[in-house]
C-alpha cells in the first residue's frame, strides 16, 4: 500500500497548488511592467493604436522565457504574413466588396487548416495569419490606399508589444525552459516511483489512475516545453533528441509499471524479490529529499535489478502458474528497471550535455498523423461562418457589425483545433464579460476625469496584476488571458481619454456578439467530435504496430518510442475529460508502447541465426496475423485468436527448447497477448 506521507504527495501532486508561488508573482510583474513599458513606448512613437502593444504582451506572455520567445515569433511571422495576404488581397479585390470579403473568408479557412496541421507554437502563427488579414483589411473597407499603411502601423504595434514582452521575460529574472525542463522531468520521475511503488504493493486503483493520467499530461507538457527550449536558446537544440528519446522511455517504464500490476502473480516466489527490490528502489526514491541531485547509485541499482530480472529462474523455485508466465513477469520487471534507468541518464544527459557525433536520422518506416479530415472541416467552417457574417455586414451596412466579422474569425480560427472549442470560445466569452465592467469603471470614469499615464498606472495595475497571476494558474488561464486582453481592448488606452459611453458599449456588443456567434457556429456547424479525432489516432498507433509487423525496414527502438509519445501527447487532450472511457483509451495507448517494444523484440529475434527454422516460421506467422487483426477486426466482430495463438505459441516454443533466448521470446508472446487482454477495445479497429 501506498504509505500516508507519499498518498499526501500524491493528494498535492493531483489538485495542485492555489496558492500563487514566488514564481507567478515574479511572472505577474514581470508582465504588467512590459505591458506598461510597451504602451509608454507606443505613446512615444504616436502609434495609432498603442492598446495592440500593450494587448501583445499579455497574448505572448508565458511563465517560461521560451514560451514566450516562441509565441512572440510565430505571432510576429504571422502578423506578418496576414498583413501582405491583406494588402493583396484589398489591391486585387478592393474594388468588388464581395469578392474581397469571399477572398479573405477563404485565406482564413486556408489558415485555419494549415494550423489544424501543426502544434503549438506553429499552429498559432498559421491561425493568426488568417484573421490578422481579417483585422487590418476591414479598416480599409472602400479605401484600399490605407492598406498599407494600416498593415504597417500593426506590424510596428505588434513587434513593439513582442520585443518588450521577449527582453523582460530574457532579462528580468527569467525562469528558463531549458530549466524547466529538467524540473519537471523531475517531478515527472518522482511520480512514476510514486506509481510504481502503489503498483507493486497493489495501491489504491483510483490514486494510481489519477496519477496514471497525470504522468501522460506531463509528458505532453514536457514535449511543448522541449520546442520552446530549442527556440529559447539555439545550444539546446543538441539535447532535443535527448528529451524526446527520454519521455519515451518514460512512457515505457509507465506501461511496464502498470502491466505488473494487471499481473500481479502476488505468490510466485520467482517474482517476489524483483519486485521488492524495485518497490524499495521506487519508495526510497519518491521519499528521500534530493534523491536526483545524484542519480549514479540509482542506475546502479537499477542495472543490478535488471540483470537480476533477466536471469532465467531455477526450475526448483516455485513459480505459480507456469514458467513462461513467471520469464513473461520477469521481463517487464527488467523493463522496467531498464526504462527508469535511461530515464535517469536522459536527466543526466540535459543536466550535463555532451556533443557527440551526428548520427543518421533516417526516418523510420512509420507516419506521423494529420488529421486532414478534422483540418478540412475547421477549415470550412471558419471560412464559412467568416463569410456569412461578412455577407450580413454588407447586407445591414451596420457599421459595429466589422467588430463582429472580426471576432468571428478569431474565435473560429484560433480555437478550431481544440478538442472542445465550444467550452473553449466559451471561457473566452466569460473573461470578455467580465472584463467589460471594469474597462468601463476605468476607461469612461475614472481616466476622464483623472487623465495620463500616471493615474492609469494607478489604476490599471491592480486589475492587471492578480489578471498574471490568474494566467500563470493551468485552471484559470483562459479566462483570465480572455480578460486581460479584452480588457485593454476595451480600455482602449490614449493619451487623452474622453468619456463616450455610446461608443464604448457598441464596440464592446459587437465584440460579445461575434464571440457568441462563432460559439454557435461550433455548435451547429460541422459541430467537432473529439471521439472521431482520438479515433483516427487510435487507428494511426494501430497501424504503426501492425507496420512494426510487415516492415522490411525495422526502426531503432528510439524511433518508435518517440513517435508513440507524439501519438499519445495528440490523444492525451482529446480523452483526459472522458471518464472511463478515455481511461481505457488512453491506458491502451500507453500499453500500445509495450506492445509495440514486444514486436521490435521478436523481429530481431526472427532474424537471428540462433533460434531454429520452425521459430522462425512460427513468430512471422503470428506477426501477420498480429497485424491483420490491428488492421481489420472491429469491435464486436469475432476474435481472430490472435491472443489464443499468442499463447499457443509461447507454450510451444517453452517446451522445445527451455534455453533463455527460446523462452525470452515465449515471454514477448504472453507480453503482447496480455496488453490485448486488458485493453480488448483498443486493438479493434472502430467503424467510422
Same mark, same amino acid.
Given at each position: 500500500?501506498?504509505?500516508?506521507?507519499?498518498?499526501?504527495?500524491?493528494?498535492?501532486?493531483?489538485?495542485?497548488?492555489?496558492?500563487?508561488?514566488?514564481?507567478?508573482?515574479?511572472?505577474?510583474?514581470?508582465?504588467?511592467?512590459?505591458?506598461?513599458?510597451?504602451?509608454?513606448?507606443?505613446?512615444?512613437?504616436?502609434?495609432?493604436?498603442?492598446?495592440?502593444?500593450?494587448?501583445?504582451?499579455?497574448?505572448?506572455?508565458?511563465?517560461?522565457?521560451?514560451?514566450?520567445?516562441?509565441?512572440?515569433?510565430?505571432?510576429?511571422?504571422?502578423?506578418?504574413?496576414?498583413?501582405?495576404?491583406?494588402?493583396?488581397?484589398?489591391?486585387?479585390?478592393?474594388?468588388?466588396?464581395?469578392?474581397?470579403?469571399?477572398?479573405?473568408?477563404?485565406?482564413?479557412?486556408?489558415?485555419?487548416?494549415?494550423?489544424?496541421?501543426?502544434?503549438?507554437?506553429?499552429?498559432?502563427?498559421?491561425?493568426?495569419?488568417?484573421?490578422?488579414?481579417?483585422?487590418?483589411?476591414?479598416?480599409?473597407?472602400?479605401?484600399?490606399?490605407?492598406?498599407?499603411?494600416?498593415?504597417?502601423?500593426?506590424?510596428?504595434?505588434?513587434?513593439?508589444?513582442?520585443?518588450?514582452?521577449?527582453?523582460?521575460?530574457?532579462?528580468?529574472?527569467?525562469?528558463?525552459?531549458?530549466?524547466?525542463?529538467?524540473?519537471?522531468?523531475?517531478?515527472?520521475?518522482?511520480?512514476?516511483?510514486?506509481?510504481?511503488?502503489?503498483?507493486?504493493?497493489?495501491?489504491?486503483?483510483?490514486?494510481?489512475?489519477?496519477?496514471?493520467?497525470?504522468?501522460?499530461?506531463?509528458?505532453?507538457?514536457?514535449?511543448?516545453?522541449?520546442?520552446?527550449?530549442?527556440?529559447?536558446?539555439?545550444?539546446?537544440?543538441?539535447?532535443?533528441?535527448?528529451?524526446?528519446?527520454?519521455?519515451?522511455?518514460?512512457?515505457?517504464?509507465?506501461?511496464?509499471?502498470?502491466?505488473?500490476?494487471?499481473?500481479?502473480?502476488?505468490?510466485?516466489?520467482?517474482?517476489?524479490?524483483?519486485?521488492?527490490?524495485?518497490?524499495?528502489?521506487?519508495?526510497?526514491?519518491?521519499?528521500?529529499?534530493?534523491?536526483?541531485?545524484?542519480?549514479?547509485?540509482?542506475?546502479?541499482?537499477?542495472?543490478?535489478?535488471?540483470?537480476?530480472?533477466?536471469?532465467?529462474?531455477?526450475?526448483?523455485?516455485?513459480?505459480?502458474?507456469?514458467?513462461?508466465?513467471?520469464?513473461?513477469?520477469?521481463?517487464?520487471?527488467?523493463?522496467?528497471?531498464?526504462?527508469?534507468?535511461?530515464?535517469?541518464?536522459?536527466?543526466?544527459?540535459?543536466?550535463?550535455?555532451?556533443?557527440?557525433?551526428?548520427?543518421?536520422?533516417?526516418?523510420?518506416?512509420?507516419?506521423?498523423?494529420?488529421?486532414?479530415?478534422?483540418?478540412?472541416?475547421?477549415?470550412?467552417?471558419?471560412?464559412?461562418?467568416?463569410?456569412?457574417?461578412?455577407?450580413?455586414?454588407?447586407?445591414?451596412?451596420?457599421?459595429?457589425?466589422?467588430?463582429?466579422?472580426?471576432?468571428?474569425?478569431?474565435?473560429?480560427?484560433?480555437?478550431?483545433?481544440?478538442?472542445?472549442?465550444?467550452?473553449?470560445?466559451?471561457?473566452?466569452?466569460?473573461?470578455? %464579460?467580465?472584463?467589460?465592467?471594469? @474597462?468601463?469603471? /476605468?476607461?469612461? &470614469?475614472? =481616466? $476622464? *476625469?483623472? !487623465?495620463?499615464? #500616471?493615474?492609469?498606472?494607478?489604476?490599471?495595475?491592480?486589475?492587471?496584476?492578480?489578471?498574471?497571476?490568474?494566467?500563470?494558474?493551468?485552471?484559470?488561464?483562459?479566462?483570465?488571458?480572455?480578460?486581460?486582453?479584452?480588457?485593454?481592448?476595451?480600455?482602449?488606452?490614449?493619451?487623452?481619454?474622453?468619456?463616450?459611453?455610446?461608443?464604448?458599449?457598441?464596440?464592446?456588443?459587437?465584440? %460579445?456578439?461575434?464571440?457568441?456567434? @462563432?460559439?454557435? /457556429?461550433?455548435? &451547429?456547424? =460541422? $459541430? *467537432?467530435? !473529439?471521439?472521431? #479525432?482520438?479515433?483516427?489516432?487510435?487507428?494511426?498507433?494501430?497501424?504503426?504496430?501492425?507496420?512494426?509487423?510487415?516492415?522490411?525496414?525495422?526502426?531503432?527502438?528510439?524511433?518508435?518510442?518517440?513517435?508513440?509519445?507524439?501519438?499519445?501527447?495528440?490523444?492525451?487532450?482529446?480523452?483526459?475529460?472522458?471518464?472511463?472511457?478515455?481511461?481505457?483509451?488512453?491506458?491502451?495507448?500507453?500499453?500500445?508502447?509495450?506492445?509495440?517494444?514486444?514486436?521490435?523484440?521478436?523481429?530481431?529475434?526472427?532474424?537471428?541465426?540462433?533460434?531454429?527454422?520452425?521459430?522462425?516460421?512460427?513468430?512471422?506467422?503470428?506477426?501477420?496475423?498480429?497485424?491483420?487483426?490491428?488492421?481489420?477486426?472491429?469491435?464486436?466482430?469475432?476474435?481472430?485468436?490472435?491472443?489464443?495463438?499468442?499463447?499457443?505459441?509461447?507454450?510451444?516454443?517453452?517446451?522445445?527448447?527451455?534455453?533463455?533466448?527460446?523462452?525470452?521470446?515465449?515471454?514477448?508472446?504472453?507480453?503482447?497477448?496480455?496488453?490485448?487482454?486488458?485493453?480488448?477495445?483498443?486493438?479493434?479497429?472502430?467503424?467510422?
Amino acid at each position: 500500500m501506498i504509505s500516508p506521507q507519499l498518498k499526501d504527495y500524491v493528494d498535492t501532486r493531483l489538485t495542485g497548488l492555489t496558492q500563487p508561488t514566488r514564481s507567478d508573482w515574479i511572472f505577474a510583474l514581470r508582465t504588467v511592467s512590459a505591458g506598461l513599458i510597451a504602451l509608454l513606448a507606443a505613446y512615444a512613437l504616436k502609434l495609432d493604436h498603442p492598446q495592440w502593444a500593450m494587448m501583445t504582451v499579455f497574448i505572448v506572455a508565458q511563465p517560461v522565457a521560451g514560451m514566450v520567445l516562441a509565441k512572440g515569433f510565430y505571432r510576429l511571422l504571422g502578423t506578418l504574413a496576414g498583413g501582405l495576404a491583406a494588402v493583396g488581397i484589398t489591391t486585387v479585390f478592393g474594388a468588388s466588396p464581395w469578392v474581397l470579403v469571399t477572398a479573405l473568408a477563404v485565406w482564413i479557412g486556408l489558415c485555419t487548416f494549415v494550423s489544424s496541421l501543426l502544434r503549438n507554437p506553429e499552429a498559432y502563427g498559421a491561425a493568426l495569419a488568417g484573421y490578422t488579414a481579417m483585422i487590418i483589411a476591414l479598416p480599409a473597407f472602400g479605401q484600399p490606399h490605407l492598406v498599407v499603411d494600416l498593415a504597417i502601423a500593426r506590424c510596428a504595434e505588434i513587434v513593439l508589444g513582442i520585443v518588450c514582452a521577449g527582453l523582460t521575460s530574457r532579462l528580468i529574472l527569467p525562469k528558463l525552459a531549458s530549466n524547466a525542463i529538467i524540473s519537471r522531468l523531475k517531478r515527472c520521475i518522482l511520480d512514476l516511483a510514486v506509481y510504481a511503488g502503489g503498483a507493486f504493493s497493489g495501491g489504491d486503483v483510483a490514486t494510481l489512475a489519477g496519477l496514471h493520467r497525470k504522468l501522460v499530461a506531463d509528458t505532453q507538457t514536457l514535449g511543448e516545453m522541449r520546442a520552446y527550449a530549442r527556440l529559447e536558446a539555439p545550444s539546446f537544440a543538441t539535447r532535443a533528441h535527448p528529451v524526446r528519446r527520454t519521455i519515451g522511455q518514460l512512457l515505457s517504464a509507465l506501461s511496464a509499471a502498470r502491466a505488473l500490476h494487471s499481473h500481479a502473480a502476488p505468490k510466485n516466489a520467482a517474482l517476489i524479490p524483483v519486485r521488492g527490490e524495485l518497490q524499495a528502489l521506487v519508495s526510497e526514491l519518491a521519499a528521500k529529499p534530493g534523491a536526483l541531485d545524484d542519480t549514479t547509485p540509482w542506475v546502479a541499482r537499477l542495472d543490478a535489478i535488471a540483470g537480476k530480472a533477466r536471469q532465467m529462474p531455477d526450475a526448483s523455485v516455485d513459480q505459480g502458474d507456469d514458467r513462461v508466465g513467471t520469464i513473461t513477469r520477469l521481463t517487464i520487471a527488467a523493463d522496467f528497471a531498464e526504462a527508469l534507468k535511461q530515464v535517469l541518464r536522459g536527466l543526466d544527459a540535459l543536466r550535463a550535455p555532451v556533443v557527440r557525433p551526428a548520427r543518421d536520422r533516417r526516418q523510420p518506416a512509420l507516419l506521423v498523423h494529420r488529421d486532414h479530415q478534422g483540418a478540412w472541416r475547421n477549415a470550412v467552417r471558419a471560412a464559412l461562418a467568416t463569410l456569412l457574417v461578412a455577407a450580413f455586414w454588407l447586407t445591414t451596412k451596420w457599421t459595429e457589425t466589422a467588430g463582429t466579422v472580426i471576432l468571428v474569425a478569431v474565435v473560429s480560427s484560433l480555437f478550431a483545433a481544440r478538442p472542445d472549442p465550444v467550452q473553449v470560445s466559451w471561457g473566452f466569452f466569460r473573461g470578455t %464579460l467580465l472584463a467589460l465592467p471594469f @474597462a468601463f469603471l /476605468v476607461g469612461q &470614469v475614472a =481616466l $476622464p *476625469a483623472l !487623465p495620463g499615464f #500616471a493615474w492609469f498606472t494607478v489604476f490599471v495595475v491592480p486589475i492587471l496584476v492578480p489578471t498574471a497571476l490568474a494566467m500563470a494558474n493551468p485552471r484559470y488561464v483562459g479566462v483570465a488571458t480572455a480578460f486581460a486582453i479584452n480588457f485593454l481592448a476595451f480600455l482602449n488606452p490614449h493619451q487623452a481619454m474622453v468619456y463616450d459611453p455610446g461608443l464604448f458599449f457598441a464596440g464592446s456588443a459587437s465584440v %460579445l456578439v461575434g464571440i457568441l456567434l @462563432a460559439i454557435g /457556429v461550433f455548435i &451547429v456547424v =460541422l $459541430p *467537432a467530435d !473529439p471521439w472521431l #479525432a482520438a479515433n483516427r489516432i487510435v487507428r494511426a498507433m494501430r497501424e504503426d504496430l501492425a507496420r512494426l509487423c510487415l516492415h522490411e525496414r525495422v526502426p531503432r527502438r528510439s524511433a518508435f518510442e518517440s513517435l508513440a509519445y507524439d501519438r499519445i501527447n495528440q490523444l492525451m487532450p482529446l480523452v483526459q475529460n472522458a471518464g472511463k472511457r478515455g481511461d481505457a483509451v488512453l491506458g491502451g495507448s500507453v500499453a500500445a508502447v509495450t506492445v509495440g517494444l514486444e514486436i521490435l523484440r521478436l523481429r530481431s529475434a526472427q532474424q537471428a541465426t540462433a533460434i531454429p527454422p520452425e521459430t522462425a516460421l512460427s513468430i512471422s506467422t503470428f506477426l501477420r496475423g498480429l497485424a491483420r487483426e490491428l488492421l481489420f477486426r472491429a469491435p464486436g466482430e469475432p476474435d481472430t485468436s490472435t491472443i489464443a495463438v499468442a499463447r499457443q505459441y509461447a507454450a510451444g516454443i517453452a517446451q522445445r527448447n527451455e534455453t533463455g533466448e527460446m523462452l525470452q521470446i515465449a515471454a514477448s508472446l504472453r507480453i503482447i497477448a496480455a496488453a490485448m487482454e486488458d485493453f480488448p477495445a483498443f486493438y479493434a479497429k472502430q467503424r467510422a
